[in-house]
């Protein structure tokens, strides 16, 4: 079983749309509306391959509501803890050259009690989860170190802790030791302070989070594939797609297989690989099922092409 903590979820609205014109009024060609949060597409994800999952939630009002019911439609258990204010709803505009504009909201302040609660939810739901996947941001109220209590607290019980986050939470969790980190070529920048211009001052940046407690970093670099640095070694993979139609959520799809693929090794980084590279040609935040997957188009090789350039923009894969 994968449990997954979202302290910050969402419900999230994706149109597609011709152009995205200011100030004109835009008729869309499709749309819809998931759950959403990082943790929230990891249960989903996991829960399309037919593998266990829980998602602990802090849900509030009309969306959060809605949240717990499309989730219990794909699949996934959840388990709330009911906060006064109101969940989140977050805009998407997807244009046809896969071009993506977010219009992400703030969201509810969690009180000292609604916190404390969270953690202690998730204590409770932790027993026999082989991962707690802890994704997303912090929502106003929670500390920068909520995080590493709870990879203190996942630890004390057996579990392995896999997080994604950045900033302040992610660099406060650290010396908590997670046993994976999942930063994208940004976060990872911004964590380590420095621009990342080639693969490899991703590897550095990699080996400098991991000097700072981080087990193995997995970063996803978009377009330029994903490199996984862990103490089994260092693989580099890359993965074809024919054509991008929504990166929402595709780095969220990747954190699932690779744990559903054990979370260690060459054989987690193609699952990874592969089930980001579907769920950026699925619509909005749809996440892949197995018959979206394609292992062939997955390439995989510990001979890192260091002097790669990083791409300007990359999808989030």
Avoid at 177 to 198: F, H, Q, W
Avoid at 253 to 266: K, M, N, Q, V, Y
Avoid at 282 to 287: D, I, N, R, V
Avoid at 290 to 301: E, F, G, M, S
């Amino acid at each position: 079983m994968i449990l997954t903590v979202t302290p910050n979820p969402s419900l999230d609205r994706t149109y597609e749309v011709p152009s995205l014109d200011r100030g004109e009024v835009l008729r869309a060609t499709g749309d819809r509306v998931d759950p959403g949060g990082k943790g929230v597409n990891v249960s989903r994800a996991v829960a399309a391959a037919g593998v266990r999952t829980t998602a602990v939630l802090p849900l509030g009002g009309a969306p959060g509501t809605m949240i717990a019911e499309l989730l219990g439609a794909q699949g996934v258990d959840v388990t709330a803890v009911s906060i006064a204010g109101q969940t989140r709803s977050n805009i998407s505009l997807a244009e046809p050259d896969g071009t993506l504009t977010k219009i992400n909201a703030v969201g509810p302040t969690l009180t000292a009690e609604e916190s404390a609660l969270l953690l202690e939810t998730v204590r409770t739901c932790s027993g026999g989860a082989a991962w707690i996947a802890c994704c997303g941001s912090l929502p106003r109220g929670l500390a920068p170190e909520w995080y590493a209590d709870i990879v203190t607290r996942a630890h004390a019980a057996g579990a392995r802790i896999a997080l994604d986050t950045s900033g302040p939470a992610l660099l406060a969790a650290l010396p908590a030791r997670p046993d994976v980190i999942k930063p994208n070529a940004s976060e990872l920048a911004a964590a380590v302070g420095r621009p990342l211009a080639t693969l490899g001052d991703v590897l550095k940046a990699a080996e400098e989070l991991r000097s700072l407690g981080a087990g193995a970093v997995l970063a996803s670099l978009g377009a330029d594939g994903q490199l996984l640095v862990s103490e089994e070694g260092t693989y580099y993979g890359t993965a074809a797609v024919s054509s991008v139609r929504s990166n929402v959520g595709a780095g969220d799809a990747s954190l699932a297989g690779f744990l559903i693929a054990g979370g260690t090794g060459p054989a987690a980084l193609a699952a990874a690989l592969a089930h980001g590279a579907a769920a950026v040609q699925l619509p909005g935040s749809a996440m892949p099922a197995p018959c979206d997957l394609r292992p062939d188009a997955v390439h995989i090789t510990q001979d890192l092409p260091l002097d790669l350039p990083l791409s300007e923009v990359s999808d989030e894969r």
